[in-house]
């Protein structure tokens, strides 16, 4: 069970940091102390499958990213993808101005990739 704490604390740590979502972000987001979720974060222990559940719906996750042990190395491609739902909120509340610049840019690198 030792393992299991680890790894949900290191991967509980990660998204919310990737989130930026505080310890007491996510106290107040589930109705818990503090303490409660410091315990988490210290992999002291671990939560319920409601909690868990909960979790999930919070950082926009799913239940293996907090579950399963992950390299130390982070690919790049699943971070992209564990931001993909942030990145189009944050892209939707653009002006169309910067959405053009944002598109420019995204279609220079690809030609950069090609070459």
């Known amino acids: 069970m030792e393992i299991l704490n ?4 290191n991967n509980l ?6 989130r930026k979502k505080s310890q007491a972000d996510l106290a107040k987001a589930l109705g818990v102390a503090t303490s409660t979720v410091s315990y988490w974060c210290k992999g002291v222990k671990i939560p319920r ?3 868990v559940a909960a979790i999930c719906r919070f950082l926009m996750i799913d239940m293996n990213d907090l579950l399963t042990e992950k390299s130390d190395v982070p690919n790049f491609e699943q971070y992209m993808w564990d931001n993909y ?3 189009l909120r944050t892209f939707g509340n ?3 101005a910067d959405k053009r ?5 995204v279609e220079r690198l690809g030609r950069v990739d090609d070459e």
């Open 94 to 96: 653009l002006t169309e």
């Open 13 to 18: 740590n990660y998204y919310m940091e990737i």
């Open 6 to 9: 680890e790894t949900f604390a």
């Open 85 to 87: 739902g942030v990145m």
């Open 101 to 105: 610049i944002v598109i420019d840019m």
């Open 49 to 51: 499958a409601d909690k």
